[in-house]
């Protein structure tokens, strides 16, 4: 009986092994389509995606899984990962900026390499909600700089609350751009924070047009709180490494997209 319920065991964390690496090459696994391929009933596959869940390994969505955003809690560890990716994706987006603009621009890490990546000469205002994204920008003499208050959330640096919500609808920029945890293009901007996902919604509303810079990775993950639908974006910026497979849903979505 013990040797029937170790094969049992291994045979289960094989499948569940497959079904990560499944999800690591397509972003998303369907369950329907799992039992199939496993020739196990449904609600077995349901117990596996739910204890692949509760490792914090993938999202649970309706019907299957979405691979789960991953990210480092340091925000000063974060500014070295994929420093060159996040250079190429800054310049990109700085090319899609015009002088005199206002701009939203949201916290983060690859928002502080596009601050460090606009000409010295740039003119407009720039709001932003991340003290860290002020003080870079404070040695541009021709920007003017609006810091939005609120109370800090450490892990993106930004303020949260409703005071910086209310703050926000009263803004009209030309342009928001958006700080990335994770996006799908069917469960759109997600973040893992409930008041963060709060006000990256007020940010959207705020502003005429919405730019998504992000590397690839993290393009068809999920997090624990939804933003915004995939509509809510009309420019994704992300570096040469991204498929064509991986940014046609983007594509069909209606997004413009820069690859640099």
Known sequence: MKDDQRRTSLLTEERRQQILASLEREGRVFATELSHR???SDDTIRRDLD?????GMVQRVHGGALRRATFTENFEERQTENAAAKDAIARGTVSLLQQGQ???LDGGTTSLAIVRHLPPDFTGTVITTSPPIAVALASFAAIEVILIGGRLYRYAMVAVGAETIAQLRAI???ICILGIL???PTFGVSVRDYEEAQVKRAMI???SQVIAPTIHEKLGTVARFEVAPISAITHLVTEAAASRDQLMPYQEAGLT???V
């Open 38 to 40: 496993y020739h196990v």
């Open 51 to 55: 204890a692949l869940a509760d490792l």
């Open 102 to 104: 206002t701009i939203l």
């Open 172 to 174: 009209h920029a030309d």
């Open 182 to 184: 994770a996006l799908d």
């Open 205 to 207: 509303m705020a502003a």
């Open 257 to 259: 997209i820069l690859q």
